[in-house]
């Protein structure tokens, strides 16, 4: 760079680092007066008016201080063309090759790294301050200079090497979006639901409004004499659980001998806008529970909750034992919540006013549209699971790689607006179903200290969908015998650890003791290499019975085969 360039550049710089810094001392002075009322109802729906935001003078000295000192810090580097940039956002090379891209990208990252910081010393209960961190998270992963075509080196040098070809493949890539309504994670085109996911061989033997039972082909020559029944999120596809052959829970469980039935819930329309909860308790979990006994003439049988399904299941179970039926002989919580004392970031969506207005809006009515559920999921995790494809997708028109997990996320449910607004009040709101007798669920009184089964309880360690304190808290509620497993990883990659792959760890406490908290009881956890599925095989071969011959067909009496799995449900979009 000759000397005017550099001369040119240095004033730019120090120009923009002034901007900067201006900037965010008049963003310290409006947090320090801030009334989060406005803010908070912008963010998360009408809600009551929130604390005011205050520091301490001494605190507030601090940061200010700690800042001018990184800037100072900055610049200098500046000066001398050396930035550390510790973010995979700005790995390639073409940032620091480019030092005005490299001063932008620096910067950036020391502003979020102060806000982010003011955020954790402002002084207000715990529920404001994760909703400014929730904000603050929000702004600081939208406003990174990777996501626009004038500040992202990378995306303009690789415009210029393909001579604008980037550019206009960026443009299909949007135009292509935009139409299907969603952000691509993978290139959709290559998967078809029952063709390359959802291949397990069975067929549907019973549907009705709300679900499709699926039963599956034995693959051993005898099977467990208590058949094994799954209820997936009502949120979500069931085929998470049947993605390929080498990461299928379902094929799993049918290779292990469990006569395996599963729910593939309907994609509700305008014809189940007045679903309830107990709907969908009465009409399909117990009711899937009854023709899988129906069908197998088993006493009792297993089941398995995942997530939603697991909560789900909970509240079936709770309305079995107060009518005194027990036709479950154990049951599997996979990442699900009965207590809802601990939500992580969820939380901060919830309160009154905000459930008040989902009451208003669909409680007598309406449907809850999947992709604003799966967008809200999405924003979660911002830069991962959002800003990633924006920028890959439409600033370096890049195709995504295809991926079988992120191709499920992508397909999206409804929700009937009535089921949606009971589980908000009564779980993320009220946490009603750890109090004896204060929810009604199909009539009854919900108490799950009537639940006295044997129950496999795992939770995932990084899941920020259902925090391992939120899974562990349903040891504490459930009187039968219990086995908690923690896994490695999150929601979703935590579950789907298939043993043939030796990945991850999972964690156990071979003393079995279950204390108030899952901090606790970690003292007593020993790590173990490899996935949680084969604990689990071995824990419900134990709960199985005997062994009998499989069956030779689908179904039986007036429960025959409709079609071939995955079913008509699971392939409507929503």
Same mark, same amino acid.
């Given at each position: 760079?000759?000397?005017?360039?550099?001369?040119?550049?240095?004033?730019?710089?120090?120009?923009?680092?002034?901007?900067?810094?201006?900037?965010?001392?008049?963003?310290?002075?409006?947090?320090?007066?801030?009334?989060?009322? #406005? %803010?908070? =109802?912008?963010?998360? *729906?009408?809600?009551?008016? @929130?604390? $005011?935001?205050?520091?301490? !003078?001494?605190? &507030?000295?601090?940061?200010?201080?700690?800042?001018?000192?990184?800037?100072?810090?900055?610049?200098?580097?500046?000066?001398?063309?050396?930035?550390?940039?510790?973010?995979?956002?700005?790995?390639? #090379? %073409?940032? =620091?090759?480019?030092? *005005?891209?490299?001063?932008? @990208?620096? $910067?950036?990252?020391?502003? !979020?790294?102060? &806000?982010?910081?003011?955020?954790?010393?402002?002084?207000?209960?715990?529920?404001?301050?994760?909703?400014?961190?929730?904000?603050?998270?929000?702004?600081?992963?939208?406003?990174?200079?990777?996501?626009?075509?004038?500040?992202?080196?990378? *995306?303009?040098?690789?415009?210029?090497?393909?001579?604008?070809?980037?550019?206009?493949?960026?443009?299909?890539?949007?135009?292509?979006?935009?139409?299907?309504?969603?952000?691509?994670?993978?290139?959709?085109?290559?998967?078809?639901?029952?063709?390359?996911?959802?291949?397990?061989?069975?067929?549907?033997?019973?549907?009705?409004?709300?679900?499709?039972?699926?039963?599956?082909?034995?693959?051993?020559?005898?099977?467990?004499?208590?058949?094994?029944?799954?209820?997936?999120?009502?949120?979500?596809?069931?085929?998470?659980?049947?993605?390929?052959?080498?990461?299928?829970?379902?094929?799993?469980?049918?290779?292990?001998?469990?006569?395996?039935?599963?729910?593939?819930?309907?994609?509700?329309?305008?014809?189940?806008?007045?679903?309830?909860?107990?709907?969908?308790?009465?009409?399909?979990?117990?009711?899937?529970?009854?023709?899988?006994?129906?069908?197998?003439?088993?006493?009792?049988?297993?089941?398995?909750?995942?997530?939603?399904?697991?909560?789900?299941?909970?509240?079936?179970?709770?309305?079995?034992?107060?009518?005194?039926?027990?036709?479950?002989?154990?049951?599997?919580?996979?990442?699900?919540?009965?207590?809802?004392?601990?939500?992580?970031?969820?939380?901060?969506?919830?309160?009154?006013?905000?459930?008040?207005?989902?009451?208003?809006?669909?409680?007598?009515?309406?449907?809850?549209?999947?992709?604003?559920?799966?967008?809200?999921?999405?924003?979660?995790?911002?830069?991962?699971?959002?800003?990633?494809?924006?920028?890959?997708?439409?600033?370096?028109?890049?195709?995504?790689?295809?991926?079988?997990?992120?191709?499920?996320?992508?397909?999206?449910?409804?929700?009937?607006?009535?089921?949606?607004?009971?589980?908000?009040?009564?779980?993320?709101?009220?946490?009603?179903?750890?109090?004896?007798?204060?929810?009604?669920?199909?009539?009854?009184?919900?108490?799950?200290?009537?639940?006295?089964?044997?129950?496999?309880?795992?939770?995932?360690?990084?899941?920020?969908?259902?925090?391992?304190?939120?899974?562990?808290?349903?040891?504490?509620?459930?009187?039968?015998?219990?086995?908690?497993?923690?896994?490695?990883?999150?929601?979703?990659?935590?579950?789907?650890?298939?043993?043939?792959?030796?990945?991850?760890?999972?964690?156990?406490?071979?003393?079995?003791?279950?204390?108030?908290?899952?901090?606790?009881?970690?003292?007593?956890?020993?790590?173990?290499?490899?996935?949680?599925?084969?604990?689990?095989?071995?824990?419900?071969?134990?709960?199985?019975?005997?062994?009998?011959?499989?069956?030779?067909?689908?179904?039986?009496?007036?429960?025959?085969?409709?079609?071939?799995?995955?079913?008509?449900?699971?392939?409507?979009?929503?």
């Amino acid at each position: 760079m000759n000397e005017n360039v550099s001369e040119v550049w240095l004033q730019s710089a120090q120009n923009l680092q002034q901007s900067m810094a201006e900037s965010l001392s008049k963003a310290f002075a409006s947090f320090q007066n801030m009334d989060l009322g #406005e %803010a908070s =109802t912008k963010l998360m *729906a009408p809600t009551v008016k @929130a604390p $005011s935001v205050k520091f301490s !003078a001494a605190k &507030l000295q601090e940061l200010q201080q700690q800042f001018l000192a990184d800037a100072a810090e900055l610049w200098a580097n500046s000066a001398q063309g050396k930035h550390q940039l510790a973010d995979r956002r700005f790995a390639d #090379e %073409a940032w =620091t090759a480019n030092p *005005a891209a490299a001063f932008s @990208a620096a $910067s950036y990252l020391l502003n !979020a790294k102060t &806000l982010a910081q003011l955020t954790d010393a402002v002084e207000t209960d715990p529920k404001t301050r994760a909703r400014i961190r929730f904000a603050v998270e929000q702004i600081t992963a939208a406003s990174s200079p990777s996501n626009f075509m004038a500040l992202n080196a990378e *995306a303009q040098k690789k415009a210029i090497e393909t001579q604008g070809q980037s550019i206009a493949k960026g443009l299909q890539n949007l135009l292509h979006d935009m139409q299907q309504g969603h952000v691509s994670m993978t290139d959709e085109s290559l998967f078809e639901v029952g063709k390359n996911v959802a291949t397990t061989e069975g067929a549907v033997v019973f549907e009705n409004e709300l679900f499709q039972l699926i039963e599956y082909k034995p693959l051993t020559e005898t099977v467990f004499e208590k058949p094994f029944l799954l209820f997936p999120p009502s949120i979500n596809k069931f085929y998470i659980l049947d993605l390929q052959p080498e990461n299928s829970l379902i094929r799993y469980a049918v290779a292990q001998g469990h006569r395996t039935f599963v729910v593939s819930w309907r994609n509700p329309d305008v014809s189940l806008a007045k679903a309830s909860w107990d709907d969908y308790i009465e009409k399909a979990v117990i009711k899937a529970i009854k023709v899988t006994q129906d069908i197998t003439g088993a006493k009792t049988i297993n089941t398995l909750g995942f997530c939603v399904g697991g909560t789900m299941m909970g509240s079936a179970l709770a309305v079995l034992a107060a009518r005194g039926e027990k036709p479950v002989a154990s049951a599997t919580f996979l990442t699900s919540m009965l207590d809802f004392a601990d939500t992580g970031v969820l939380d901060v969506f919830i309160d009154e006013a905000f459930v008040k207005y989902r009451e208003q809006e669909m409680g007598q009515g309406g449907l809850m549209k999947g992709k604003d559920l799966a967008m809200t999921f999405s924003f979660l995790r911002p830069n991962e699971l959002v800003w990633n494809y924006v920028v890959g997708n439409y600033l370096k028109g890049e195709t995504p790689p295809p991926f079988d997990l992120l191709y499920w996320n992508s397909d999206s449910t409804n929700l009937p607006g009535p089921f949606y607004a009971w589980y908000l009040r009564h779980t993320y709101l009220e946490n009603n179903l750890t109090k004896p007798g204060v929810a009604t669920v199909c009539g009854e009184k919900i108490d799950l200290n009537l639940v006295d089964i044997p129950v496999y309880i795992y939770g995932s360690r990084e899941d920020h969908i259902v925090p391992i304190g939120g899974a562990y808290a349903s040891t504490q509620y459930l009187p039968g015998k219990k086995r908690f497993v923690m896994g490695a990883s999150g929601h979703i990659a935590g579950v789907i650890n298939p043993p043939a792959k030796g990945k991850r760890s999972h964690w156990i406490r071979e003393d079995g003791k279950l204390p108030e908290s899952v901090d606790q009881w970690l003292t007593g956890a020993t790590e173990h290499k490899g996935s949680w599925w084969t604990d689990w095989s071995n824990w419900l071969a134990t709960q199985a019975g005997k062994e009998i011959a499989a069956p030779k067909a689908y179904g039986k009496g007036k429960y025959k085969a409709i079609e071939a799995a995955p079913g008509r449900y699971v392939k409507a979009k929503a």
